[in-house]
């Protein structure tokens, strides 16, 4: 179908639905039950102010990656500091900030070790970029925020009920002092994400009744133990295949999906009854298939699929369903006929026509909201709602791995911590054991 009979025939179907309905519905969406949602719109570009510098903790990809997104936000801003427990990872960051934004980091200011992100913090900076592995999130994130640092954490929050609780504590003690907390979880950050929720939330489907949450794809990465490393370095080279520093899969990469259901239904289910397992071998303990139901506090539920296996039909997304039509969160929204009844619409290009794609990535747009927040004195705290999705996750993986149906309330009460007490090189009491389901209680 061409782009312009495409549209013909969205605006035909609206009108049709709208007809059946009420031709106020698009226009009031409920008005007389509820006040009108409008979707914030986000700046271009942040406004230019005095100089920001930040420090960055975990230098991997990611963190390069976020790294370069500050800079990019707006005008006068610097990053001064990084910190990482590897050197080969210091040296591979300074070199793509070097390359890429002809940003040079001194050697004084290039911290190693278990210690780095407290040297990072201590140094001359007003903001923390937080994106070492989860399992040290919580800890890192209370320093910052002691510290008195505006601070961007990456998702999730943490990998276990000890660490949602402390996240959660840091982040209200940041909104007591007027700090700014953005998360990883982008969408929030994103425009036909956050256009679509405004719809939503003026009844554009009705009332929302379940939905379902994808996250089907591929093997995440592994990195084989080499002769030399001592069981620490082979943990955290290799930290996606361990529990106890990645939280496992459905914590880690579903996340994004958990987040969205959660922002859409605005609450956070209050149980859990899934199952999962691990069908390729490979290092670590980590299951690499899972699927959850949840279920709200009022009954209504969402579904969850989460595997990473080759081969495989892959899919990842969501959808959402309402007594009059239904959503995929991003830029769709349908009637019970499968006609498309709304769309984002898209920057076009120089002939005319939608390019599907915003003119500003999410990974850019969180960190202009962040320097935003800060220059405007207007400050924003997504910690709550990154813990909270971050605990629907690890609510999953519990279920899955004991094989019980887990509640919010039974897990926020526990006493589950994973990983050493110390961190240092050398010899691990971990070894890799595979949950078993119905041999052990969660907690």
């Not at 001194?106 to 001359?124: L, Q």
């Not at 996250?215 to 620490?232: E, F, K, Y």
């Not at 509640?407 to 589950?416: C, F, R, V």
Request: charge should be neutral; include cysteine.
């Amino acid at each position: 179908m061409k782009p312009g009979n495409r549209r013909k025939f969205i605006a035909d179907a609206a009108m049709g639905v709208a007809g059946a309905i009420g031709s106020g519905y698009f226009l009031s969406s409920c008005s007389s039950r509820r006040e009108r949602h409008e979707a914030p719109v986000f700046p271009d570009s942040a406004p230019d102010g005095p100089l920001l510098k930040a420090g960055l903790i975990g230098c991997g990809g990611r963190g390069t990656g976020a790294a370069i997104n500050f800079l990019n936000a707006g005008p006068n801003l610097q990053i001064t500091a990084i910190g990482d427990i590897f050197q080969h990872r210091i040296d591979n960051c300074r070199s793509s900030l070097k390359e890429r934004m002809n940003v040079d980091i001194p050697d004084e200011s290039c911290f190693v070790g278990f210690d780095a992100y407290r040297r990072v913090i201590d140094s001359d900076v007003d903001v923390i970029i937080h994106a070492t592995p989860q399992h040290f999130r919580p800890a890192q994130f209370e320093a910052a925020v002691q510290a008195r640092k505006h601070v961007f954490i990456e998702k999730p929050a943490a990998v276990d009920p000890a660490g949602v609780r402390s996240v959660m504590a840091s982040g209200k003690m940041a909104q007591s002092a007027g700090l700014s907390v953005v998360t990883g979880t982008i969408y929030r950050h994103q425009h036909d994400f956050v256009k679509t929720f405004s719809m939503i939330k003026n009844g554009a489907i009705g009332e929302l009744i379940s939905g379902n949450a994808y996250r089907i794809g591929g093997p995440l990465w592994h990195v084989n133990r080499q002769a030399g490393w001592c069981d620490m370095e082979a943990i955290m080279r290799d930290w996606m295949s361990w529990y106890w520093i990645s939280g496992g899969n459905l914590v880690d990469v579903a996340i994004h999906q958990f987040d969205i259901v959660n922002w859409f239904f605005e609450k956070f289910p209050v149980k859990a009854l899934g199952f999962g397992g691990r069908h390729h071998p490979r290092g670590g303990d980590v299951y690499d298939f899972y699927s959850v139901d949840y279920t709200f506090d009022d009954g209504r539920k969402f579904q969850c699929m989460n595997r990473h296996m080759a081969g495989c039909t892959n899919k990842s997304g969501q959808m959402i369903y309402g007594t009059r039509g239904y959503t995929n969160c991003q830029n769709r929204i349908f009637d019970y006929d499968d006609n498309l009844i709304w769309e984002y619409e898209y920057p076009l290009d120089e002939e005319g026509q939608p390019t599907n794609r915003l003119p500003i990535s999410s990974f850019d747009q969180e960190m202009i909201n962040l320097v935003t927040a800060i220059r405007t004195n207007n400050p924003m705290n997504q910690a709550h709602d990154l813990a909270s999705s971050t605990m629907v996750g690890i609510m999953g993986r519990e279920s899955a791995h004991t094989g019980r149906e887990v509640t919010w309330d039974e897990l926020m009460n526990s006493n589950i911590r994973l990983g050493p007490e110390e961190y240092k090189w050398g010899s691990l009491n971990i070894k890799a054991q595979i949950p078993v389901p119905g041999t052990a209680p969660a907690g």
